[in-house]
Nanobody
């Protein structure tokens, strides 16, 4: 099992930046990658970004490309999401996720989840 704990959410204004972090514990040696999903009120959970643990290859949903950057620190077992130029539509609960292995559903289906952290972008 892998346990994930997010931090860094909050209330910001449109155009601001915010950094989310996720600390992984447990069987972290077994994961293929980590990522972030988000769920806005009344909407389905959406993939945001992922990063492969060994070689650090990132993937992003089109709507955040150029604004969000995912990174990982293998020594600390953490993954971060640097969000810039935040928009109203970025408002959501952001959840950290981990993938046990690469599959044909990667990165849209994860195996482990954090509890989520709220990000609210105001006008």
């Amino acid at each position: 099992q892998v346990q994930l704990v997010e931090s860094g959410g909050g209330l910001v204004q449109a155009g601001d930046s915010l950094r989310l972090s996720c600390a992984a514990s447990g069987r972290t040696f077994s994961i293929y990658g980590m990522g972030w999903f988000r769920q806005a009120p009344g909407k389905e959970r959406q993939f945001v970004a992922s990063i492969s643990w060994n070689n650090g290859v990132p993937r992003y949903v089109d709507s955040v490309k150029g604004r969000f950057t995912i990174s990982r620190d293998k020594a600390k077992n953490t993954v971060s999401l640097q969000m810039t130029s935040l928009k109203l539509e970025d408002t959501a609960v952001y959840s950290c996720a981990a993938y046990r292995y690469y599959s044909n559903t990667y990165p849209f289906r994860a195996d482990y989840w954090g509890q989520g952290t709220q990000v609210i972008v105001s006008p």
